[in-house]
């Protein structure tokens, strides 16, 4: 018999059913990742049509996370009212139809205006995944698999971004980086509609106006602002706006602790395990994405790669993922969760030392081995993500994942600013006193200069700097390796399943 409180879901699909279904859960996630990486390449050839001013093509960049991240708490709350599968179908109709209207866009306002509705498509489409995921897979064993595969799908995601980018880009125009991804959801409509069965909590959270709109200025103001401070440094504006927007997010929070049924169920933080779930999953993305930014900068403006070269060059870390993603559940059931999660921080953390301890000049061979020990440290994101969905009751499940999913963002854009504004720092400092601004705001800066003298400097200046990015990342991860051990608790058992 059902408790009350639990979820609506009318039968257990057969075997076939689920796997199929999170085939599709997964291709969809790998594609909203991947969107993510594509438009980094896309870009130059882009804003060279379109002729876009830099601050245009800031935006084209940044709206996309900026709108996902300010709606992932709405679209999980509306996914757990109205349906998750209905939610996820029209993530998917509203992501192919946005870029299908590239072919349309003739000017960097068309684009931006595309990218927020992908951005709209993307905040209904991740929450969702993972929701149903906890409804397709009541069996806690079998959901840990699935989420090995998930999490492998995540961190593939990330890496074939630039090479499905660099590929489509070296054969046809830049809208190939948006219409990719309309075929995709179009198998992706069919198969959801034939694999998925609905699911929806039978105890949503009431729909607050008052909590929405705290939310989405909040997340939006929060995730511009430290992407701001990380490109222009501390100024007065961006930290009024990072204490405003963490004004309004507590102000959120507290509106959901005195609310019987909450938008978004933040008691779930009491359970220390589902904190150090959260932990993990914030600080790995803080860590991953930066590290990608950084090395991809290093291989095309150091060692002169090309975009796609680049791209296939941090293969190693998406290797390291999907090797270690699909084995940590079988690993944690012998040796329990928390040790997972604390060996994959530290074996992050070696990654990242290993790009502090190589021999100078760096060689490509010594950062495919830092890349593939920070890859296999993303695996237990998979445990992460079990850890966090069996800290929750199936009806609170649109919550824990809007909660993962907002971690995930937030540690993206936390990582780029933190660990990316150290790594400038460094970068600047090793240049001298008289070095013209255009060197001193980037390395890309410094080669266009007719300089060779100090384009050799610049580049020695940004390979220290990311040696010192290494050791900075090193020591965070470890230091998060520790506090996980400490809130993770030690009898915790994903074999049990919460309703």
């Given at each position: 018999?059902?408790?009350?409180?639990?979820?609506?879901?009318?039968?257990?699909?057969?075997?076939?059913?689920?796997?199929?279904?999170?085939?599709?859960?997964?291709?969809?996630?790998?594609?909203?990742?991947?969107?993510?990486?594509?438009?980094?390449?896309?870009?130059?050839?882009?804003?060279?049509?379109?002729?876009?001013?830099?601050?245009?093509?800031?935006?084209?960049?940044?709206?996309?996370?900026?709108?996902?991240?300010?709606?992932?708490?709405?679209?999980?709350?509306?996914?757990?009212?109205?349906?998750?599968?209905?939610?996820?179908?029209?993530?998917?109709?509203?992501?192919?139809?946005?870029?299908?209207?590239?072919?349309?866009?003739?000017?960097?306002?068309?684009?931006?205006?595309?990218?927020?509705?992908?951005?709209?498509?993307?905040?209904?489409?991740?929450?969702?995944?993972?929701?149903?995921?906890?409804?397709?897979?009541?069996?806690?064993?079998?959901?840990?698999?699935?989420?090995?595969?998930?999490?492998?799908?995540?961190?593939?995601?990330?890496?074939?971004?630039?090479?499905?980018?660099?590929?489509?880009?070296?054969?046809?125009?830049?809208?190939?980086?948006?219409?990719?991804?309309?075929?995709?959801?179009?198998?992706?409509?069919?198969?959801?509609?034939?694999?998925?069965?609905?699911?929806?909590?039978?105890?949503?959270?009431?729909?607050?106006?008052?909590?929405?709109?705290?939310s989405i200025v909040g997340m939006v103001g929060l995730v511009y602002a430290i992407k701001e401070l990380g490109k222009s440094g501390v100024t007065?504006?961006?930290?009024?706006?990072?204490?405003?927007?963490?004004?309004?997010?507590?102000?959120?929070?507290?509106?959901?602790?005195?609310?019987?049924?909450?938008?978004?169920?933040?008691?779930?933080?009491?359970?220390?395990?589902?904190?150090?779930?959260?932990?993990?999953?914030?600080?790995?993305?803080?860590?991953?994405?930066?590290?990608?930014?950084?090395?991809?900068?290093?291989?095309?403006?150091?060692?002169?790669?090309?975009?796609?070269?680049?791209?296939?060059?941090?293969?190693?870390?998406?290797?390291?993922?999907?090797?270690?993603?699909?084995?940590?559940?079988?690993?944690?059931?012998?040796?329990?969760?928390?040790?997972?999660?604390?060996?994959?921080?530290?074996?992050?953390?070696?990654?990242?030392?290993?790009?502090?301890?190589?021999?100078?000049?760096?060689?490509?061979?010594?950062?495919?081995?830092?890349?593939?020990?920070?890859?296999?440290?993303?695996?237990?994101?998979?445990?992460?993500?079990?850890?966090?969905?069996?800290?929750?009751?199936?009806?609170?499940?649109?919550?824990?994942?809007?909660?993962?999913?907002?971690?995930?963002?937030?540690?993206?854009?936390?990582?780029?600013?933190?660990?990316?504004?150290?790594?400038?720092?460094?970068?600047?400092?090793?240049?001298?006193?008289?070095?013209?601004?255009?060197?001193?705001?980037?390395?890309?800066?410094?080669?266009?200069?007719?300089?060779?003298?100090?384009?050799?400097?610049?580049?020695?200046?940004?390979?220290?700097?990311?040696?010192?990015?290494?050791?900075?990342?090193?020591?965070?991860?470890?230091?998060?390796?520790?506090?996980?051990?400490?809130?993770?608790?030690?009898?915790?058992?994903?074999?049990?399943?919460?309703?």
């Amino acid at each position: 018999m059902t408790a009350p409180g639990t979820t609506y879901a009318p039968v257990v699909p057969s075997a076939r059913r689920r796997w199929g279904g999170l085939a599709v859960l997964s291709a969809s996630l790998l594609v909203v990742v991947m969107d993510m990486t594509i438009l980094n390449l896309a870009l130059p050839a882009m804003t060279e049509d379109l002729r876009s001013t830099s601050v245009e093509q800031l935006w084209i960049i940044d709206v996309y996370s900026l709108v996902l991240a300010g709606l992932l708490v709405t679209a999980s709350a509306l996914g757990d009212r109205i349906g998750r599968r209905r939610m996820l179908v029209t993530g998917f109709v509203i992501f192919g139809a946005a870029s299908l209207g590239v072919l349309l866009a003739d000017s960097s306002e068309a684009v931006i205006a595309i990218r927020v509705l992908l951005g709209i498509g993307g905040a209904m489409i991740m929450p969702s995944t993972l929701s149903l995921i906890r409804s397709l897979f009541p069996d806690a064993r079998e959901r840990a698999t699935a989420l090995g595969i998930w999490g492998a799908t995540a961190a593939a995601g990330g890496a074939l971004g630039p090479i499905v980018g660099g590929a489509l880009l070296q054969n046809f125009s830049w809208h190939s980086a948006f219409l990719f991804n309309v075929p995709v959801m179009i198998v992706a409509v069919v198969a959801a509609l034939i694999l998925l069965p609905e699911s929806r909590s039978d105890r949503p959270g009431r729909l607050d106006p008052v909590a929405t709109l705290l939310s989405i200025v909040g997340m939006v103001g929060l995730v511009y602002a430290i992407k701001e401070l990380g490109k222009s440094g501390v100024t007065v504006s961006m930290t009024v706006v990072v204490l405003v927007s963490a004004a309004l997010l507590t102000a959120f929070v507290l509106r959901c602790l005195r609310s019987p049924e909450p938008m978004l169920e933040i008691r779930l933080f009491r359970s220390r395990g589902f904190t150090a779930g959260v932990l993990t999953a914030l600080i790995t993305s803080f860590a991953m994405v930066a590290a990608l930014l950084l090395i991809s900068q290093w291989l095309q403006l150091v060692q002169g790669w090309s975009p796609l070269a680049s791209g296939v060059a941090l293969l190693p870390m998406a290797v390291g993922g999907l090797i270690g993603s699909p084995l940590a559940p079988m690993v944690a059931q012998r040796i329990g969760p928390r040790t997972v999660l604390v060996a994959g921080l530290a074996i992050g953390a070696a990654g990242f030392l290993l790009l502090f301890l190589l021999p100078q000049p760096l060689s490509y061979a010594g950062i495919a081995a830092s890349l593939t020990l920070i890859g296999i440290g993303t695996a237990p994101l998979a445990i992460a993500s079990a850890v966090i969905m069996a800290g929750a009751p199936v009806a609170k499940a649109g919550s824990a994942a809007a909660i993962e999913e907002s971690s995930y963002e937030i540690g993206a854009a936390l990582g780029i600013t933190i660990l990316g504004s150290l790594a400038a720092a460094v970068y600047r400092a090793g240049l001298p006193t008289d070095a013209p601004a255009q060197a001193r705001e980037s390395l890309a800066g410094a080669l266009t200069l007719d300089n060779p003298s100090l384009a050799n400097i610049a580049q020695t200046a940004f390979t220290d700097s990311l040696t010192w990015f290494g050791l900075a990342g090193g020591l965070l991860l470890l230091a998060v390796a520790a506090l996980v051990l400490y809130l993770t608790p030690r009898s915790l058992d994903l074999s049990a399943t919460h309703h």
